[in-house]
């Protein structure tokens, strides 16, 4: 970890995984601090395009949801809850002034770190984290489940090592006398009554899937080359890995290391110690429940550390982060009057003329309006450089006279041709798989696509009432093609 050039504590955000999310603490937040809604504006923008559904929607509707109630829906809900449950509270955090030093993740949670300091934008991540769950269900990843037993991991090896099954796995350590197992369900039953024998108590895991473990190989080169096809970026903050058990470098190839978390371990009980022996004396879970909370305070028991949850209700139903920051601001980790602390550094830059109070005041009512237009100026400028990145590059050779053409030799083309755009391998692209809901390709892309598909076959320019949504699979697209090609059997003239 980079050294630590301040005089106070070192602080770390830790971002929970599978089962930590709150519904009613998130819907609390919610209600307080404005970087809920404006965290899940983003998100909605992502799900509604790979869904046709607002995240928003289901965990602020009318009904009050729980995780349980998510698992039992589509499972990418429970999934992108958690993730922005945590960017959730990373924004309310750094908002009122926190800085931390370092950023951690347990399982899922990794992701949202990754996010969260910089890597992939907010709606980047929904689409990683929705594909890492699609990828799962189209390998049948799903027949299995993940069980939390009380004992280390090195007895639970031994466990283990009874029924010696490939596809049985210690999936996360998480303290001395908690480690997880994932595996099929048939398997499982075995762990949990020999468990029983052994005086080793057994509870379930609110997961939709069995995570890391080696059932899920088949499933990580796919995962892999979607990663690819996103824009990442340095990283801002420093990341540290409970899975690789170390830091992420700032210019680190990512897709291959999201893709090796299928099958890999995570060791957060060794992560935290390690953060602790680096100088961390003040850990923020940042997102729902308090898991990763108090299992902080159990592995740093006997030292001096902080370990503080946000987006969970204590036992007198009241929001955990209320507290959490009325802590940290008596400690001098966050503004002290609740201000999203711009620092003086910011009024030098921007308004070196204002007094700095009358300057504190402005960026408290209207820091966030700023930062937010940055952010947009700064993505439509990204997608202005893209675009014009894409016009330098040279036209695609256009296919010969075409004649009659056979459909298979169309939807190999088109496999083809989609895979060298994504970076995809084109075993991928089966015909039926939908391009946006199974694959990640939003409907920009497709457009693009699909011009360079009439490029390649010379197509008479569409018709002005022609829509994309019946063309989202390669199927449809090659029956299009092979359509217009019977219309039109010799190439569009040019201009």
């Known amino acids: 970890m980079p050294e630590n050039t301040s005089t106070g504590p070192i602080t770390a955000f830790v971002f929970p995984g599978q089962g930590g999310f709150d519904g009613a603490a998130l819907r609390r937040a919610k209600e307080t601090y404005p970087q809920v809604q404006r965290v899940f504006d983003r998100l909605d923008s992502a799900t509604d395009a790979l869904f046709s559904r607002r995240i928003s929607d289901v965990l602020f509707g ?56 910089g890597a992939f934008s ?88 069995p995570f890391h473990t080696p059932a899920l190989a088949p499933a990580a ?73 108090k299992l902080v305070t159990r592995l740093t028991q006997g030292s001096h550390v902080r370990s503080l949850p946000t987006l969970a209700l204590d036992d007198g139903d009241r929001l955990a982060l209320d507290a959490t920051l009325r802590e940290l601001r008596a400690a001098g980790l966050a503004d002290p009057d609740g201000m999203s602390g711009s620092g003086p550094g910011l009024a030098e830059l921007l308004a070196p003329t204002v ?30 450089e893209r675009e014009q ?26 496999r083809a041709l989609y895979a060298q755009a994504l970076e995809y391998p084109e075993e991928v692209f089966e015909g039926g798989a939908q391009l946006e809901a199974e694959l990640g390709v939003d409907s920009v892309k497709q457009v693009e696509l699909l011009s360079r598909v009439s490029q390649r076959y010379e197509l008479p320019p569409r018709e002005a009432d022609f829509r994309l949504a019946p063309y989202n699979t390669l199927d449809a697209i090659a029956d299009f093609v092979i359509a217009e090609l019977e219309r039109h059997p010799e190439p569009a003239p040019a201009g």
């Open 62 to 117: 009318p009904e009050q949801t729980d995780l349980r109630g998510l698992l039992a829906g589509d499972s990418w809900l429970s999934q992108v809850a958690i993730y922005g449950a945590g960017l959730a509270a990373y924004e309310i955090l750094t908002d009122q002034g926190v800085r931390p030093d370092v950023l951690a993740g347990h399982s899922l949670g990794e992701i949202t770190a990754l996010v969260a300091a």
């Open 122 to 209: 907010a709606e980047d991540g929904v689409r990683i984290v929705a594909q890492r769950v699609a990828v799962i269900e189209r390998h049948e990843g799903i027949d299995g489940r993940m069980v939390a037993l009380s004992a280390g991991a090195d007895r639970v090896r031994m466990l283990l090592g009874l029924l010696d099954d490939p596809l049985l796995a210690v999936a996360t350590e998480n303290h001395d006398e908690q480690t997880v197992v994932s595996g099929p369900d048939a398997v499982l039953d075995q762990v949990t009554a020999i468990a029983a024998q052994l005086n080793i108590g057994a509870i379930e895991i609110d997961a939709p899937f």
């Open 221 to 293: 080169p796919e995962f892999e080359a979607f990663v690819r096809t996103l824009d990442q970026h340095p990283l801002q903050r420093p990341v540290y890995s409970p899975i690789l058990q170390r830091h992420y470098e700032p210019d680190e190839a990512l897709a291959g290391r999201l893709a090796d978390h299928f099958v890999q371990p995570v060791r957060f009980a060794a992560a935290v110690r390690t953060l602790h022996q680096d100088g961390v004396s003040t850990f923020v879970e940042a997102g729902g429940r308090a898991a990763l909370s």
């Open 355 to 384: 007094d700095s109070d009358l300057f504190e005041a402005y960026w408290k009512a209207h820091g966030h309006e700023v930062r937010e237009r940055v952010r947009r100026d700064a993505e439509a400028f990204a997608e202005e």
């Open 389 to 414: 990145g894409r016009e330098q590059e040279p036209a695609p050779s256009p296919a010969p006279a075409h004649g009659a053409l056979d459909r298979d030799e169309v939807l190999g083309e088109l």
